[in-house]
C-alpha cells in the first residue's frame, strides 16, 4: 500500500483549517450582526435616531454598508444635477433634492 503524498495531505489539512476559521467567522459575525439589530431596533423604538445610528455602526459590515450608501448619495446628488431633462429629474427626485 503506497504512502500518502504529504503535500496533498498538508493541502487538505490547510483547506480544512481555513474552512473551520471561515465558518466560525461568519457564525460570530452572524450572532454579532443579530444583537446589533436587536438593539437598534429596540432603541429605534424608543425614538433616538442618533444612538441607533451608532449602534448599528456596530455591525461587522457597517463600514461598507456606510461606503455603499455614501457612494449612492453621491451618484444621485450627481445625476440630479447633471441629467439634462429636468422635467423628468423634478417627477422622479424624493423631496427638494432639484435646485
Given at each position: 500500500m503506497?504512502?500518502p503524498d504529504?503535500?496533498?495531505t498538508?493541502g487538505i489539512?490547510l483547506?480544512?483549517r481555513?474552512v473551520?476559521?471561515?465558518?466560525q467567522s461568519?457564525?460570530?459575525?452572524?450572532?454579532?450582526?443579530g444583537v446589533?439589530?436587536?438593539?437598534t431596533?429596540?432603541v429605534?423604538?424608543?425614538?433616538?435616531?442618533?444612538?441607533?445610528?451608532r449602534?448599528?455602526g456596530?455591525?461587522?459590515?457597517a463600514k461598507?454598508?456606510?461606503?455603499?450608501q455614501?457612494?449612492?448619495?453621491?451618484?444621485?446628488k450627481?445625476w440630479?444635477?447633471?441629467?439634462?431633462?429636468r422635467?423628468?429629474?423634478?417627477?422622479v427626485?424624493p423631496g427638494?433634492?432639484v435646485?
Amino acid at each position: 500500500m503506497p504512502l500518502p503524498d504529504p503535500l496533498t495531505t498538508s493541502g487538505i489539512v490547510l483547506a480544512q483549517r481555513a474552512v473551520k476559521t471561515v465558518a466560525q467567522s461568519s457564525l460570530v459575525d452572524s450572532v454579532r450582526n443579530g444583537v446589533v439589530d436587536l438593539l437598534t431596533k429596540q432603541v429605534q423604538d424608543l425614538g433616538k435616531k442618533e444612538l441607533a445610528d451608532r449602534v448599528a455602526g456596530m455591525r461587522s459590515d457597517a463600514k461598507l454598508r456606510g461606503q455603499i450608501q455614501n457612494a449612492i448619495e453621491r451618484a444621485t446628488k450627481r445625476w440630479t444635477e447633471d441629467y439634462a431633462d429636468r422635467d423628468f429629474v423634478m417627477a422622479v427626485a424624493p423631496g427638494p433634492t432639484v435646485p
